[in-house]
Nanobody, 125 residues
Framework: VQLQASGGGLVQAGASLRLSCAASGRTFSRSTVAWFRQPPGKEREFVAALWRGGSTTYFADSVKGRFTISRDNAKNTVYLQMNSLKPEDTAVYYC???????????????????WGQGTQVTVSS
């Protein structure tokens, strides 16, 4: 599976952005796909995930109610819709996928096999 993340940019607080993660590979539609982010000078952190090709979603507390994650299997793409952006959302955002993830490992970036290249999101106050 190869992943290509896009959609980042510079926006003002309160704005919205939609990130895309386009994938190649036959197993993508059945994989768990997640978004992680790495703020400047900080560790990579979990943002959201879509479990194993279904519709079950998971979110970090910091983005609940503001971000949604969805999948378009026909386009082999997963989206992260980010609304009401805050300066603390500023980070490099990465999409990741795994075809063999167990639920207890969902939030751990080390457990994902495939990674996109990252896209910068900057939110100004």
């Amino acid at each position: 599976v190869q992943l290509q993340a896009s959609g980042g940019g510079l926006v003002q607080a309160g704005a919205s952005l939609r990130l895309s993660c386009a994938a190649s590979g036959r197993t993508f539609s059945r994989s768990t796909v997640a978004w992680f982010r790495q703020p400047p000078g900080k560790e990579r952190e979990f943002v959201a995930a879509l479990w194993r090709g279904g519709s079950t979603t998971y979110f970090a507390d910091s983005v609940k109610g503001r971000f949604t994650i969805s999948r378009d299997n026909a386009k082999n793409t997963v989206y992260l819709q980010m609304n009401s952006l805050k300066p603390e959302d500023t980070a490099v955002y990465y999409c990741a996928a795994s075809s063999s993830l167990i639920l207890s490992s969902l939030y751990s970036w080390t457990q994902y096999n495939y990674w996109g290249q990252g896209t910068q999101v900057t939110v100004s106050s």
